[in-house]
């Protein structure tokens, strides 16, 4: 099969690229990428004049839900509303039930991404059994099923003593840990930022510090380890410090950043939709100008959606019951383009380095790149279609966003998996 994407301006900032040339597909892979390529006329050419193409798009960070919870997702609609997103790897947190805290699990499903057939679905394996944060999982036999790194991300690993352990077993193995820094004794029943805006909407606060207290301890055993420390979701302005000075000082810490934390505060939280609850929570003005910053000066490695599907009925309730989570798999780039990109907040180039290689550096994939024979994982973006977010429409079962009903600049044209077109304009292929 041949496929030729003529025309469109290619950024691929691992390898160095941005220039208006064709990218030529042959049985899966990148042939060639050229001005004005030609080839015997048997291939289907794509026309991406005025689009932006890039590597394909991976998300070190979901919840597709599967096993165990599948009437929030699963892998099949999970891997779809990636797809219409733009995305061609996702990365599967295991807060699953059962969890992925053994061989079995992780394996069944990488078998369920394979059988879905529309994007690259790796495992990520629990840090301790059950998230229970007492006893290390079987980390060994998670590797070695294809989990890429090792996280409890719904829970913080509250004990000292089993995340040193954690971080020197992932050392051994060359694998991350990304850890979800939280001090409960701090956050415990807390329902949003705390700040001004708790206190005029009368819900209970989360310290900006019980984020930053869990960072400032895992950075340190990092160094104490030599392990690599993935710091997910990041969202507080301190939080940034603390991970400069890591990175300044040797120790090998990476991080994220979501689109939600980089575009929403804690003002909208007023409407008590329970959409806008998300843990970390969403934060005040000050640290969303932070984190903003923070992209542009390369101290954040990528972005990451923390796609949190759930259903009706976990979302649809008083806000002290709704359950934490924010549906963004099918946003995610629409959100950035619109909000970072059009604003001039953020330059195009830095967004796919966001996106491409620098999720793909962090936990050292062999993708991110469109580099010939590489797998044809490809993105094309375009940057002046206007579309209202939709939650009915979305693939996801997870219809809980805080962007329903806005208007978005610059979406997902066309997502290429294993040199198939698998979605184009906010459909499935």
Same mark, same amino acid.
């Given at each position: ?22 990218? *030529? ?16 006329g048997d291939e289907d050419v794509i026309d991406a004049k005025g689009k932006i193409v890039c590597p394909g798009f991976i998300d ?71 998230? +229970?944060?007492?006893? *290390?999982?079987?980390?060994? +036999? ?77 950075? +340190? ?46 003002e909208v939280v007023g409407t008590y939709d329970t959409d806008t609850k998300v843990n970390p929570p969403l934060r005040s003005e ?30 649809d309730c008083e806000y002290a019951k709704a359950s934490f989570g924010i549906s963004g798999i099918e946003t995610a780039v629409a ?71 806005? +208007? ?22």
């Amino acid at each position: 099969m041949k496929l030729l994407v003529k025309g469109g301006r290619v950024i691929d900032p691992g390898n160095n690229v941005d220039e208006v040339c064709d990218i *030529l597909i042959i049985n899966s892979k990148i042939s060639a990428i050229g001005r004005d390529l030609r080839v015997d006329g048997d291939e289907d050419v794509i026309d991406a004049k005025g689009k932006i193409v890039c590597p394909g798009f991976i998300d070190i960070h979901a919840h597709f839900r599967d096993p165990g919870y599948e009437h929030k997702e699963d892998i099949i609609t999970g891997s779809r509303a990636a797809a219409v997103g733009g995305f061609t790897t996702v990365c599967c947190m295991p807060n699953t039930d059962p969890v992925i805290h053994n061989g079995p699990v992780a394996s069944y499903v990488k078998r369920k991404g394979e059988a879905a057939g529309f994007i690259n679905v790796l495992p990520i394996g629990s840090i301790t059994k059950n998230l +229970e944060g007492e006893e *290390l999982s079987e980390m060994a +036999e998670l590797a070695q099923a294809g989990c890429i790194g090792f996280s409890d991300d719904g829970k913080p690993v509250m004990r000292s003593d089993v995340m040193r352990h954690a971080l020197e077993y992932a050392h051994m193995l060359n694998l991350p840990i990304l850890s979800h820094c939280e001090d409960l004794n701090l956050s415990r029943d807390g329902l949003m930022h705390e700040g001004y805006y708790s206190t005029l909407y009368g819900l209970q606060g989360i310290p900006a510090e019980a984020e930053e207290i869990m960072i400032a301890r895992d950075v +340190e055993l990092a160094a104490l380890t030599g392990a690599h420390l993935h710091v997910c979701h990041v969202s507080t302005k301190g939080a940034l410090h603390i991970i400069e000075e890591a990175k300044s000082s040797g120790a090998h810490v990476t991080c994220e950043v979501t689109p939600h934390h980089l575009t929403l505060t804690d003002e909208v939280v007023g409407t008590y939709d329970t959409d806008t609850k998300v843990n970390p929570p969403l934060r005040s003005e000050n640290h969303v100008k932070a984190l903003v910053r923070a992209l542009s000066e390369g101290l954040i490695d990528c972005i990451a959606t923390d796609h949190a599907p759930h259903n009706v009925e976990s979302k649809d309730c008083e806000y002290a019951k709704a359950s934490f989570g924010i549906s963004g798999i099918e946003t995610a780039v629409a959100v950035i383009m619109d909000r970072l990109v059009h604003t001039g907040l953020l330059d195009i180039t830095e967004m796919v380095r966001l996106f491409t290689v620098g999720p793909s550096r962090v936990l050292s994939l062999d993708l991110g790149t469109l580099t010939p024979e590489r797998k044809a994982d490809i993105t094309i973006i375009d940057p002046d279609t206007i579309r209202r977010v939709d939650p009915t429409a979305f693939q996801s079962k997870g219809k809980n966003t805080p962007f329903n009903g806005m +208007e978005l600049r610059g979406w997902p044209w066309m997502t290429i998996s294993g040199g198939e077109i698998v979605a184009r304009e906010g459909r499935l292929a």
